[in-house]
């Protein structure tokens, strides 16, 4: 039977703690880096990550500025509504904050639901940057987007989508391809 571990490391005053739980992790304390296996689960406010295996790597020992790796069946949610499939995704958390996120798979799945109107937005892209403090999401590697139902489409070379604002744009690549858009 396989056990499991918990840990919780405080950021910044006035901001979530950053809980772990994991059926194995390593630790050092030396280096300010850990490896957790096995179910491998973080959470910091309303961000959630779920993936076979995690590394982390701080500056320091309370884990406020760090980078984290996840990889292998890596679910995120966040946005208190947004959640994404993918292989491997890259988090950095400055100052107890999570400041940027890179996903990548073959390809990355994400859904919200908008809260204008409560519909689901789907789509899927090979690399997926989110920018927290602007809270846009950058679609690159044959991104697709559908929403209100599907009855609305996109496709370009790159979709930015603001999760806040819900502001789309595509554009198409500066080789000559063009974005496509079927409302």
């Not at 030396?30 to 490896?35: A, D, L, N, Q, V």
């Not at 609305?152 to 198409?172: F, H, P």
Request: with cysteine; proline share 2%.
């Amino acid at each position: 039977a396989t056990g499991s571990v918990d840990c919780t490391f405080n950021g910044a005053p006035g901001t979530a703690p950053i809980t772990c739980s994991a059926h194995n992790f390593a630790m050092n304390y030396r280096t300010h880096s850990m490896h957790l296996t096995g179910d491998v689960k973080i959470v910091r406010g309303d961000l959630s990550v779920v993936a076979d295996t995690a590394d982390a790597t701080a500056s320091g020992q309370d884990f406020k500025d760090s980078h984290w790796v996840f990889t292998g069946n890596v679910h995120v949610r966040t946005e208190s509504q947004g959640n994404l499939h993918a292989d491997h995704t890259t988090l950095e958390i400055i100052n107890g904050a999570l400041s940027s996120a890179r996903i990548t798979g073959m390809p990355v799945q994400f859904e919200q639901t908008r809260s204008k109107n409560g519909s689901l937005a789907k789509g899927h892209a090979n690399t997926v940057d989110y920018d927290v403090v602007g809270g846009t999401v950058k679609l690159t590697g044959e991104p697709w987007l559908s929403y209100s139902g599907g009855q609305n489409l996109m496709s370009a070379a790159s979709i930015i989508y603001n999760v806040r604002t819900q502001d789309l744009e595509g554009q198409g690549e500066s080789s000559g391809s063009r974005a496509h858009m079927t409302i």
